[in-house]
């Protein structure tokens, strides 16, 4: 442990999917701002949300805890903002916080953010251009960009420090969020066609009816008034489609390049400072996204592009830069990670597990699997179902339970529960579902077991009015 402990900087951005940045081997864009945390630390290349949507994914890194204990399942479940989180515990260290752009988990008295000493936070979604600024004092409009208030208040407030405590900050960006609207110093980036996944054309075979059922799909789903220009004439619409991905990838890139271009500043800043070395700064999202992958744009699934979470982490007094981190992390281990590196000892509620010992060499595993659960049930926007599951370093099973829990006034049509199981080292895109296949029926019978397990021990019980699912069904 070095004499003074690190400062730490979290820089979350909101829908920034994993293969859109460099350092992930990104086909469609470049981030060498990005890429230079990866570069003088490590790259996590198994980290996973429990949640995949913005509130309760960040309802979990603030708290340390999965949805059902922290109370923020669904968009429309405020938090508690009096529970502890790592920022309460570190402040209460000694440590000056403060938390700038994107809050999104609710507002008024009892939901503000609590345990700063400075915030200054978007209303709701917030705009990207001339946005709502809410702060202790109240709502003003700050004239300009979004991307670049959000790093000018943030390094307005580093700047304003005095003496040697030190601090944690917390910098969340509203990009690359829809509704994608660059400003104009990107808005000539990525006008060349952009590479089309593989899997755009997925037609969905073989898998539960969820997937069909999901409004999320690029070709039918993805509104003009979305990519905010009118197409061609006279286009097929296997070519609308393809047209559709083009806009909205030349957006949604065109948002991610200005939060490069801001993630530079924040780094010159802290080189210009001589605070570099000792700062454990850390990027990452609140979770994945579809880039046109299985022909969706969104999030929600337990699938791969929505559950998988960029994190590059740099601290150079203690992490080496070596080769990606391969264990399992989760959303949930965030705030007991900041913690350690802190030397402050992570609240008795806190779930997850610290990952610090892997990052500065430990080859030790962090798990053998992590839980999963999606609670909106046939949402009104995407239709996506409820769900829960199980992922392992080589297989993910899912339960689509669909029995009407979820939103509010939600669908009342409900589908028969559903099973799916994916073979990730063989089927790396989960186009397979292996679930019925003989020829895994005893790794099937395993991740049940292992399932409930994982239920048991964090204290969720879905099922808890009925009969828990049969192993053999």
């Known amino acids: 442990m070095t004499a003074r402990r690190p400062n730490i900087l979290m820089i979350l951005t909101d829908d920034h999917a994993t293969h859109a940045i460099?350092?992930?081997?990104?086909?469609?864009?470049?981030?060498?701002?990005?890429?230079?945390?990866?570069?003088?630390?490590?790259?996590?290349?198994?980290c996973y949300c429990t949640n995949s949507l913005c509130t309760p994914s960040r309802a979990s890194i603030l708290t340390g805890t999965y949805s059902h204990v922290n109370g923020v399942s669904t968009l429309v479940t405020p938090i508690d903002a009096s529970q502890p989180t790592f920022v309460s515990q570190l402040k209460e260290a000694g440590y000056r916080t403060a938390i700038v752009g994107k809050w999104h988990m609710g507002e008024g008295p009892g939901h503000d953010p609590q345990g700063f000493d400075y915030w200054a936070v978007l209303r709701d979604q917030g705009e990207y251009f001339d946005p709502q600024i809410l702060t202790a004092d109240g709502v003003h409009i700050e004239k300009g960009y979004a991307t670049d208030i959000i790093t000018d208040l943030s390094l307005q407030w580093l700047e304003s420090l005095e003496g040697d405590e030190p601090w944690c900050l917390l910098i969340h960006h509203k990009a690359p969020h829809r509704a994608w609207e660059p400003d104009e110093a990107h808005a000539h980036l990525y006008s060349d066609p952009i590479p089309v996944p593989s899997t755009f054309t997925d037609d969905y075979a073989g898998r539960a009816s969820a997937a069909k059922h999901a409004t999320m799909r690029i070709a039918e789903h993805l509104t003009l008034d979305d990519l905010k220009v009118e197409p061609p004439q006279d286009l097929t619409p296997d070519e609308l489609a393809l047209w559709k991905y083009q806009r909205y990838m030349e957006d949604y890139l065109r948002c991610v390049a200005s939060v490069d271009d801001n993630v530079g500043r924040v780094i010159d800043w802290l080189g210009a400072h001589g605070v570099r070395d000792s700062t454990l700064l850390t990027y990452s999202s609140d979770q994945g996204f579809f880039l046109g992958d299985h022909g969706w744009f969104d999030k929600r699934f337990m699938y791969e592009e929505s559950i998988r979470m960029p994190l590059l982490v740099s601290w150079p007094e203690r992490i080496a830069p070596a080769a990606p981190m391969e264990q399992i992390v989760t959303n949930v281990d965030f705030a007991q990670t900041f913690l350690d590196a802190a030397g402050v000892d992570a609240h008795e509620r806190m779930q997850g597990k610290s990952f610090l010992p892997q990052l500065t060499g430990s080859d030790e595993p962090t798990r053998d699997a992590f839980y999963y659960r999606y609670y909106e049930n046939d949402d009104e926007n995407h239709h996506v179902l409820a769900h829960y599951g199980i992922r392992t370093e080589a297989h993910k099973l899912i339960y689509f339970y669909s029995d009407g829990m979820g939103l509010p006034g939600s669908s009342p049509f409900r589908f028969a529960p559903e099973w799916e199981l994916y073979d990730l080292e063989a089927d790396p895109d989960e186009l397979v579902n292996v679930y019925h296949d003989p020829a895994y029926a005893d790794v099937r019978e395993q991740l049940k077991v292992r399932l409930w397990e994982l239920q048991a021990e964090l204290g969720d019980q879905p099922h808890a009015s009925q009969p828990i699912p049969a192993l053999t069904s």
């Open 22 to 46: 460099g350092a992930y081997g990104s086909v469609v864009n470049t981030t060498p701002r990005i890429d230079e945390i990866a570069q003088s630390g490590r790259r996590v290349d198994h």
